[in-house]
C-alpha cells in the first residue's frame, strides 16, 4: 500500500513538473515571437516590401558608379545628407524619370537639391521649400541664384499654399519636418501636388525617424504599391510605372 502511494505521489510530482514545463515552454514561445515580431516591426525593413529600382540600376554601387552611369554628383560631400547608395538610388530614378518639374519639401544644405539641378535638363523647374534657408553657404546659394530655373521658398510647410501646384509635379521629393503631423500634412500635399502619372519620393524611412517610419508603414495600409528601395532610407510612390 505504502509502495503504490508513493509510486502515485512520484507519478503526479512528474505529470505536475511536465504541466510546468509545458506551461513554461509555450511562455516561452509566445515570448520569442512576440520579440521576433517586436523586431521585425521596429528592423530597419519595416512593413514596406524592398525593392531595387531595377536591376541595371542596383544602388549597391560605390561613388564611380556614379560617374560610370553617367550621373553626377559634387565631389565636396559635406552639403550631402545622403548615403552613397542613397544618391545612386534616388539619380537613377531621376534619370529615368527625366521630370520636367519637381518640388522638395526641405532643403537643409542643399545636397539634394543640387543633385536635382546637375541630372536634370535645364527646362526642368525645380521648387524647393524649407522654414529656413540660414543653412545655405554662400557658394551652394550662388550656384542656386544663378539658375532662373531653380525657386527657393522660404515658409513652413505646414502653412504653404499649394493650390496652384496641384497635379503639376513629376516628381516630389519628401524630406521636410521629421515629426509625424509635418510629415503627415507634406505628404498629402505631396498626394496633391503630385502629376496623375508622377513619383513621389520620401527619405528617412528607418526606425531612428519614428514620425516618417510610423506615417509611412500606416500609408502602405491604403496604398500598397509602395516600394522601399533596398540598402536605402528610400520609399517610392511610382504612378509612372516605369521605375520597378
Ligand atoms: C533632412 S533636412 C533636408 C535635407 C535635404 N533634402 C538634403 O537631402 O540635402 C530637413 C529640412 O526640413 C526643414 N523643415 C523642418 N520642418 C519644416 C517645416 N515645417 N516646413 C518647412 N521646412 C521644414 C528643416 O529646416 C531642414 O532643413
Known amino acids: 500500500m505504502m509502495k503504490e ?31 521576433q515580431l517586436f523586431q521585425w516591426a521596429n528592423s530597419e525593413r519595416g512593413v514596406i516590401p524592398q525593392r531595387t529600382i531595377s536591376p541595371e540600376h542596383s544602388p549597391s554601387f560605390m561613388i564611380h558608379s556614379l560617374f560610370l552611369n553617367g550621373l553626377k554628383t559634387t565631389y565636396d560631400q559635406r552639403a550631402c545628407l545622403q548615403t552613397t547608395d542613397e544618391l545612386f538610388a534616388l539619380l537613377s530614378l531621376l534619370k529615368i524619370i527625366n521630370p520636367k518639374s519637381i518640388f522638395e519639401f526641405g532643403m537643409f544644405k542643399g545636397g539634394s537639391l543640387i543633385h536635382f ?44 499654399n499649394f493650390s496652384s501646384f496641384s497635379k503639376t509635379q513629376d516628381l516630389v521629393y519628401v524630406d521636410g519636418g521629421h515629426e509625424y503631423e509635418v510629415v503627415k500634412k507634406d505628404s498629402e500635399n505631396a498626394l496633391n501636388i503630385v502629376k496623375e ?37 528610400i520609399v517610392v510612390l511610382d504612378y509612372s510605372h516605369r521605375l520597378f
Open 5 to 35: 502511494l508513493i509510486k502515485a505521489t512520484i507519478i503526479f510530482v512528474y505529470i505536475l513538473k511536465l504541466c510546468k514545463r509545458v506551461v513554461l515552454l509555450k511562455e516561452i514561445d509566445a515570448r520569442n515571437k512576440l520579440t
Open 117 to 160: 539641378l546637375i541630372n536634370s535638363s535645364e527646362q526642368t523647374m525645380i521648387h524647393s521649400l524649407d522654414i529656413t534657408h540660414d543653412h545655405l553657404d554662400h557658394s551652394i546659394k550662388t550656384i542656386l541664384n544663378n539658375h532662373p530655373n531653380i525657386k527657393l521658398h522660404k515658409a513652413n510647410s505646414m502653412e504653404f
Open 197 to 233: 502619372n508622377g513619383v513621389i519620393v520620401w527619405d528617412d524611412y528607418s526606425p531612428s525617424h519614428s514620425g516618417v517610419f510610423n506615417y509611412l508603414n500606416q500609408l502602405f495600409l491604403t496604398k500598397p504599391n509602395l516600394v522601399h528601395i533596398k540598402n536605402t532610407s
